[in-house]
């Protein structure tokens, strides 16, 4: 039997007419949290609360950042250890595709994807039918070239000592890249399947003849399959310690670069560039982070002032008018 109702009984639960039991419907309890009438706080924006949070955030921020920038400006060689860095510009590694070629899971010492790579390496994930370790077009375009630091003296070349490890980031080295297991360790018996990348003159497994440095836990690849922001960047390359409290790291003097050119930049106008830094209590040298607080600092106070200025002018004005009888 068939039982008609309204659609307002509908909506309330109690259709008219039979004895059935009550209808679900799908309107909301007549709660507070669910009808929404909970109190809420609606900040209402006026001179007195916008033109304080501009000055404020512009006497915060511009100390800030002229004491970042002094800082970052005043670096010395007597300070601490001088870091040896490599530089490129013009080069993107912050492009979308070029940051998503890369499996991480081959990097973390996934057996199945170190024969397996990810689709994310195309155009770099195989050769010759073989897969490609490590895959993608980050780890291919990695940089080789070969820095060496001597001192002059009495017409003689001294080597500098460089130091290799500790210059990747700790979580990389130890969490994010892992040589692949099994076979003792082998790391010759580990890769064994798979090909180098097409732009590197050897095999992964050759990077170093120390096994805690070699592999995936290379540092210098680590360090550069950490993508730089920016298309002008450095990366560091070397360190060299302090032996003497009283003797600076680098003493005054004449010093030779030699260079083992296996990186080519024409193709992409690119430029390479050495640079030896020490490093502060913020890090390496860095202006843009001072620069960037001087600025947005001053942008705030100067429109804290333009808007006290209009506020002043015009804030007070009687906007009501005269209506006739």
Known sequence: MA??????EEADGHPSGGGGGAVKTRKPDNTAFKQQRLPAWQPILTAGTVLPAFFIIGLIFIPIGIGIYVTSNNIREYESNVFMYYGLSNFY?????????????QLNGDNSSLLNPSKECEPYRTNEDKP?????AIANSMFNDTLELYRIENETRVDIPLIKKGIAWWTDKNVKFRNPTGDGNNLTALFQGTTKPVNWPK???MLDSEPDNNGFINEDFIVWMR???LPTFRKLYRLIER????????QAG?????????YPVHSFDGRKRMILSTISWMGGKNPFLGIAYITVGSICFFLGVVLLIIHHKYGNRNTS?????
């Open 243 to 250: 032996k003497d409290n009283l003797e600076p790291t680098l």
């Open 254 to 262: 004449n010093y030779s670069l030699v260079i083992t050119y296996n």
């Open 93 to 105: 590694q912050n492009h979308r595709r070029y940051v998503k070629s890369r499996d991480d899971s």
């Open 203 to 205: 095999p992964v497994y």
């Open 3 to 8: 039982v008609n109702y309204s659609a307002k």
């Open 227 to 229: 993508t730089a922001a």
């Open 321 to 325: 008018a005269d209506i006739p009888n």
């Open 132 to 136: 490609i370790a490590p895959c993608g």
